[in-house]
């Protein structure tokens, strides 16, 4: 419990200052976005959508959702603890004067945050775009576990499938291989999110 009110709290604060600025992130967060480019890895392209917006678009995607769980209001707290964590520790990378939180959180020992590769590029857009879908997936999976032919279910996922799908569309003039490993590792940092959220029981 005592996890889940960190996470809590750091999303709503997230969320909060976002109906201000028109972002998902906290004020490190924006610090960071602002010198995105002048940091060793930093994205190969000017996209077509900022990271700001590809933040406040998956916020509201991951409400939207979030207003359909079927579950209780911790399942709700839990969707808003992992998903916003996941965006700040895809976010940050984009400087590196900004730190994990992992550290910060209770029971912390088993998570393992993936890292970049040192003087690789990435675009920030791209890697956040694919944690973003990831995590919203894995709990949709893990709410709507059983019947993959359920209308809801399938019109859910396909909504998150979309918005990755129109945010990458938007994101023009990254090269292959820096698209690759952008996706990957939005992906690899979900993934280790997701896994360590499965050793929390709030019940």
Excluded at 41 to 65: G, K, R, Y
Excluded at 150 to 176: E, F, M, T
Aim: with cysteine.
């Amino acid at each position: 419990m005592r996890r889940l009110l960190h996470l809590t709290n750091l999303f709503h604060k997230l969320k909060h200052y976002a109906q201000y600025t028109g972002m998902v992130v906290s004020i490190l967060v924006l610090a960071a976005c602002s010198t995105m480019g002048q940091s060793g890895s930093s994205s190969s392209a000017t996209p077509a959508i900022s990271l700001n917006q590809v933040i406040n678009d998956w916020s509201n995607e991951t409400l939207f959702q979030m207003k359909r769980i079927q579950g209780t209001p911790t399942n709700d707290a839990r969707w808003l603890g992992y998903i916003g964590l996941t965006m700040y520790e895809t976010t940050r990378y984009s400087d590196s004067h900004y730190q994990s939180i992992a550290p910060q959180l209770s029971n912390a020992s088993s998570l393992k945050i993936p890292q970049p590769v040192a003087d690789a590029q990435y675009n920030w857009a791209l890697v956040v775009n694919a944690g973003q879908a990831n995590i919203v997936q894995h709990f949709l999976e893990q709410e709507l576990r059983g019947d993959d032919d359920n209308p809801i279910k399938v019109y859910r996922k396909a909504r998150v499938n979309q918005l990755a799908q129109k945010i990458s569309s938007q994101i023009q003039g990254v090269a292959p291989d820096v698209a690759e490993r952008s996706t990957a590792l939005g992906n690899a940092v979900a993934d280790a999110i997701f896994a360590w959220s499965q050793t929390d029981h709030p019940e």
